[in-house]
Structures are given as structure tokens and as C-alpha cells.
């Protein structure tokens, strides 16, 4: 769960930067032309196919150092990709091999309280299935508010819940990109779990198991707020994650999913969290992380 600011776009916006998603209510008009640019922007650097991509959340960004990386390429010199705003999102992809698979990580993701509509926030991962990749590990820092579980724990999200107030898939459907309705039951894909359940045990990592909910922000909630999203059924909550895995299973790929709680976020014993113990609490549970990623990428 992000404390940060609530910060609008950069106003280095580029006009090819801002198209994305503003001509059509879903992708944009000339949506695939969009995705293969990007997409032939990433191949002139890095022209493998990659078998797995990783989107690093808030404080995570150290996950790269376990990245054997050959080619770094800013956001910024991709056409029609966003530029990250939030402090703790570099705002590069990170091209290499971890785990002897070919990878390509997003050191930095976008975010609706950002200004972003959600299909701005999951355009990288259309340019990341077009690019290959199969798979899909998303990470992200959130709030706890389930009692028996610490700061610094890491969550397998089993399941999520959707409180964005929007779908990344709303407007006409490119069926050549994905099916209408896509099918939410497992959105996180069983297998990838159990291996990354396996890895934790044999690492001696404590990897708690949940449900994830989605909220805008950029605020932090109320006590209020908590009461509601813990009595609906989620263990932690964030502002992020949701709209990419939902883009991600439209493009037909595998999903697993990992989440750092940040924070306690208990109603009657709620204290004020700030960015900084974010991070801090984040970066500290960090290697955990990565050696839960690491080994599951080893596996696949």
C-alpha cells in the first residue's frame, strides 16, 4: 500500500506518451499498432523473447539486483508507455535472465490515483505478452489487516477484490488481444502457488496466504474503512495489482502474485503509517521476496 503523494502525471508528457487510452475508451484507437510499437522499441535493444515478466511495487525495486541484466531501457524512451510519477518507481524495464529464464522486469508501475486511466496503468503488460512472456509475477507493498499477521510478512494472493471504481476492460473488445468476459475463478494460477509455497518452505520463509483488495487512494483508509474491507473478505489492501492481473489473464497469461505487508492496519489499535516506513518495512522483507521469485522462476 502506497503512502505516497498525490501526485498528477509528469508534465513530461510527450503526445505519443498521453495517447494511450484517451482516443478510445478502452486501448485507444489503433490499439495493436500501439502495443507492436512499444513492443519493436524493446525488441531493438533486447530482440530475445522473454519467458517471464515481473512488475516490481512500491520499495521493491531491489528485487533488480538479482537480475543478471543486459539492457536497461527508461520509460521514457518507449513510445506510448507512461512515465512514473510515484517516489520509489524508477521508471525502467529491466532486460536479462534470473533463474535461467529470460526476464524482463517493470522497475517501477503506474497507478489510477496517479491521473492514469486503467488502461494507461496495464499497457506495459500488453506490450509484455507481446514481447512473449507466458507468465506474470506481480509484487507490491500493502496495508495488513488481518490480526495474526505481521509487518514485514509475505502474502501469496490467492484471490482479489476489485474497489477501483473501474475495469481495465470496459469499451469494445480486440478480441485478438484476449476474450470478452474472461474467466475470474483462479485468477491466480494454482501451480505457480504451490511452487512458490514449495520454494518459501524450503527457504524457511513464512508465506501467509490471502485475498488482496484493490482501492484507489492515493489516501490511506479510516478505521471505518478497514472495518468494511476486512468484514468483505480481503486480508490486505493496496492501490495497485488488481487491473494488471485482470489484463493479463484477458491476454491468456499466468498469474502468480506476491504481496509485502507494509503496515498493520487494525481498526482499534490503527497507529499513522507514512512512505518512509513503507519503503523502509518493504526494502528490509525484500530478499525473502526475491528468493520466493528467484526459486519459482528456477522451477518453471
Known sequence: ??????????LQYTQEHTAVGLSHPALGLHARERIEACAQAVRARFPRAIDVAIILGTGLGGLAEQIDVEQTIEYKDLPNFPLSTVESHKGRLLCGTLGG????????????????????????????RALGAETLIVSNACGGMH?????????????????????????????TLGARFPDMSEPYD????????????????????????????????????YRFLRGIGADVVGMSTVPEVIVAL????????????????????????????????ARSAEPKLAAVVKGVIARL
Open 250 to 281: 484477458h491476454g491468456g497469461m499466468r498469474v502468480l502474485g506476491l504481496s509485502i505487508i507494509t503496515d498493520k492496519c487494525l481498526p482499534d489499535a490503527l497507529e499513522p503509517a507514512s512512505l518512509a516506513q513503507i519503503v523502509g518495512v
Open 147 to 175: 490480526p495474526l499477521w505481521a509487518a514485514g510478512d509475505l502474502m501469496l494472493i490467492a484471490d482479489h477484490i476489485n474497489l477501483l471504481g473501474d475495469n481495465p476492460l470496459i469499451g469494445p473488445n480486440d478480441d
Open 190 to 225: 494454482p501451480a505457480l502457488r504451490a511452487l512458490a509455497r514449495e520454494v518459501a518452505s524450503q527457504n524457511g520463509i513464512t508465506l501467509r496466504e490471502g485475498v488482496y483488495v484493490a482501492v484507489q487512494g492515493p489516501n490511506l483508509e479510516t478505521r471505518s474503512e
Open 101 to 128: 529464464k529470460t526476464v524482463v522486469a517493470m522497475q517501477g508501475r503506474f497507478h489510477r490515483y496517479e491521473g492514469y486511466s486503467l488502461q494507461q496503468v496495464t499497457f506495459p503488460v500488453r506490450v509484455l
Open 1 to 10: 500500500m502506497s503512502a505516497s503523494q498525490n501526485s498528477r502525471p509528469s
